[in-house]
């Protein structure tokens, strides 16, 4: 063990080696006495700023508030107008001025209808009405000063102890006085204020002022989820612990565990203080004992005596942990309580002792992949961005924590990022104990102002200190998207390598930052392109049309990453913010918000709904807009684990979030609950340790042809297989086995790109239809399954001689229709009015914050047991065979916000698009009608272009013109000239 006294006041450092003292086998007592704080408190809000030259401190205060936690939940702030002043950015839908935006959001204020000035919200920007959707809406917000107050009483035994007070999760900056007196500033956001009392307080009672202020202190950006309105709020007050406690004059602090696997030890690292005004001798016991696992571990204590000189001693000793040792991972989480004791031999003063949790666990690289105790881990990973829509800040309670990591693992993931935020210490507990890796990623900043890069140095300190014995902690960035100097950067690599228990990167998806001698500091990188070389289906921002796989490229599933991973070198790359599509949202789920914070975009939601006659539609689109974003889900996941060499993928994110214009991106809701349209087992047949994987390069296969799925296997669980059986099948939609073969048998070591061999089928007599891929790992559950359609070589077209198609509702037109005759309108995309993207991949992110973007609709609606499609066999919500038909579609707008000739509340179109849930059009690609005697189908899909090979285009034209010579075409609402006109732009 070596010894070292604080340089500050020693010069020397003193060098002992442990020995065992049977003497110190005993049970030692708690030492450390605690007053618990929490309950009502005096308080008052300090709008003008004037309580610390008006001595406040010094008064008493007349309101009553309990903490732990915020002023806002129990009633007090101001009410939420349209003018409210937010701790967020409003990104281009705001009455921000075009210099405080980037470029994006000014491009995004021109195209998209804003809450703040769009007539058709102006009813609920209305104090009386006041309804907004862009985030949750608080009933009462307030960024500014607020004091705090209470009175406790110190009894006798404390007397000569040290008291120190915990405010665990302060927003943002404190100032405490004791008894008038001032104690100190704490502005730290991730790391407790904890005020040594010692030389203030007294015996018998004492008044204690808290002032708390929930300003912007520093610029660290105000979408940075640790102060922005857009998901936890701008919260003031103090939501964890709130404690004195009393410790011995002589006593431990900072301990720090670094665990060696191969040497099967810990070294342990502390500091003895000394406030006494001598110098003693005491007795220093180390012990461990596992506390989580089934098989219980206690390794030998060590022990020696040491004298504490006056001042402070730096501790550093090696603990032998044995050959018995539990190492920590996501598979078996293995955590042990370490003890430090100190005894003094003089019995004036008390023993004392600190516990701190830790597991046996080294991170590190080999090569492109992040391991865990010497083996490769694959990061399945979601970022949280403090998303707690009750309270509006996140608990603090361990159990809470546990049920937000076990949800994740039971969605197959094992890795949360923290999205510019660090989580209290209930978080890394219980991470720790569901074995969850952990990355921290402080601010969405720019760290170029030297005030905000030394406030992210010092918190970093913090945070490595408070947090850094949990095991799952291993990874950290200083945030996404940001600025920082180069010499800065290279000053954070510096002092964070001294600490070896986790990986460091820069700032996320900040490729600008990165030069040849940056690049070499880089441990691990998280990116949604390096070198031009794209991690995710979506490349850019703000989203484009064409701008994602799922738009320009046929479907597929071949896609993978090798190439990005290899422009970033022998270093792990994290696939970055994957994924963003969204689902309706369901509007029977308000009730949910007991807390001050109302979803009202759900209220606005249903309004519109109801104004355009789709209200009772509302439960279909969420289950159809549902279904089509998990198979999107399912393709970005399965190329991420298709790329060899990747470390892992970073979701944004499974749940949703309320903020930022609300972008309803998850499978499970904000409250962390499943949505309902897809089961954790179904998820987890692409999204779990072990996947089976086929690369087809298309989703749509003619009958002479013969259907080719090159199969692999992603296998990140801790078993490898020898001579494992892959077994294919070809399942009709019906789940009818077609066919089987099991591929030659293989090893499955740990990692992907293993390739399984070919599987192939003759489609000549496959009938027209869905067929469904399942590829199975055998004797095990790990099984996948891929959609893919087949259809006819040729069909022999109907005859059109009694419908009149057309591309214009022109005159000669409507002339045939009076006459009583049947129409097909195949309408041009340039003709068809709005100006609508494409209508195939789902919303990105949402519309308000990205101008529209690249979609504005999240899939189709349709009765798949309709005429229609008795020759296109469909699901009712949207498939990869869409693809050809509704890329270069435009929506047609039946119904929205001040059209003047709406189509009828209860008409329903053939094929119906779900839109927007911020307008709630009524759009259709395919409608039918009555128009004066006759009878018309109306289509914004392409159905006469290139045919030969747009073989998908041509099956639903045969099908639709055989529904409309049938008998059962027999359209019931009738429409106007002016109706149908609306839907096409005026010459």
Known sequence: MILSKSPKIFKSCLYFTFTFLILLQVSFGAEKKQIDLSGQWSFKIDRENVGVSDKWFNTDLPYKINLPGSLQEQGYGNDITAKTGWIADSSGVGPMTDAEMGYDQVE?????????????????????????????????????????????????????????????????????????????????????HVYDLTDFISLGTNKLTVRVDNSMIFDVGYNSHIVSDHT???????????????????????????????????????????????????????????????????????????????????????YPMSDNVQLWDEFNPALYNLTVELIPSDNKINKTSREVSF??????????????????????????????????????????????????????????????????????????????YVEVSFFWARFEEEPVYRFLRREARRAMKQYGNHPSFILLSPGQECWMASKDILEMFRDWKTDPRRLYSGPGNSNWLITPEIEKEYEYYAARHYEGHRTRYQAGWPPEADGAYFTSMPPQTVIDYEEA?????????????????????????????????????????????????????????????????????????????????????????????????????GIID?????????????????????????????????????????????????????????????????????????????????????????????????DLGKYVLEVQLADTNYKNTWDFWVYPDQVNMPSADDIYITNKFDETTRQRLEAGGKVLLLAKRDDVAGDMPQCFSSIYWNCPWTGGGESQTMGILCKPQHKLFEYFPTDFHSNWQWYELLIDARPMILDQWDKEKSWPKEYRPLVQLINDWNTNKKLAVLAECKYGKGKMVISSMNLENDLDNRFVARQFRYSLLNYMKSSEFDPQTKVSKQQINGLFKSD
């Open 108 to 192: 995004a204020k021109s195209k998209y209808p804003g809450w703040f000035v769009h007539p058709m919200y102006e009813k609920y920007r209305q104090p009386e009405n006041l309804k907004f959707p862009y985030w949750l809406q608080p009933e009462k917000h307030y960024v500014g000063q607020a004091w705090y107050q209470k009175e406790f009483n110190i009894p006798q035994q404390w007397q000569d102890q040290r008291v120190t007070l915990t405010l665990e999760r302060c927003h943002w900056k404190s100032d405490v006085w004791l008894n008038g007196s001032k104690v100190g500033t704490n502005d730290s956001l991730v790391s407790s």
């Open 232 to 318: 936890q709020s701008a919260w003031n007050g103090i939501i964890g612990k709130i404690a004195l406690e009393a410790e011995p004059l002589i006593g431990i602090e900072n301990v720090q565990v670094y665990p060696d696997i191969e040497s099967k030890s810990a070294r342990v690292k502390f500091k003895i203080f000394n406030h006494t005004n001598q110098k003693a001798q005491v007795a220093l016991r180390l012990s461990a004992e596992s506390y989580n696992s089934d098989k219980k571990h206690k390794p030998k204590p060590l022990s020696t005596e040491i004298t504490a000189s006056v001042g402070e001693l730096y501790v550093n000793s090696v």
């Open 670 to 766: 904000a409250f962390w609950d499943n949505k309902g349209y897809v089961s954790e087992e179904k998820f987890g047949q692409f999204c779990d340790v072990t996947v089976p994987l086929a690369r087809m390069e298309k989703r749509v296969w003619k009958q002479s042809e013969t259907f080719k799925a090159g199969i692999e296997i992603a296998n990140f669980s801790q078993q490898k297989y020898n001579n494992a059986g892959i077994i294919c099948r070809v399942k009709s939609d019906q789940g009818k086995v077609i066919e089987e073969l099991e591929l030659a048998k293989m090893d499955i070591l740990i990692g992907n790109g293993f390739k399984a061999g070919n599987f192939e089928a003759d489609l000549a007599d496959y």
């Open 359 to 436: 597991g046996m666990r080294e991170v590190g690289t080999n090569g492109t992949r992040v391991s865990i105790n010497g083996e490769d881990i694959f990061l399945r990973g979601i970022e949280e961005c403090c998303i707690f829509p009750n309270t509006g800040y996140p608990p603090t309670d361990v159990e809470s924590w546990r049920r937000i990591m076990k949800i994740s693992k039971k969605w197959g993931m094992n890795h949360l990022r923290f999205h510019s935020w660090c989580p209290p210490k209930a978080a890394f507990q219980a991470a720790d104990m569901e074995g969850v």
């Open 565 to 665: 991973v290899k422009a970033f070198g022998k270093k792990p790359l994290m696939t970055y913010e994957v994924v963003q599509r969204c689902s309706y949202p369901n509007l029977d789920s308000g009730h949910k918000y007991t807390g001050q914070f109302d979803a009202a975009y759900l209220d606005i939601a249903r309004d519109q709904l109801k104004e355009r006659g789709m209200l009772e539609q509302a439960d279909n689109f969420v289950t159809a807009s549902g279904k089509w974003q998990v198979k999107q889900f399912k393709e970005e996941i399965e190329a991420a684990l298709r790329t060899k060499g990747v470390a892992g993928f970073q979701l944004l994110g499974i749940q949703d979030f309320p903020g930022q214009g609300a972008a309803l991106v």
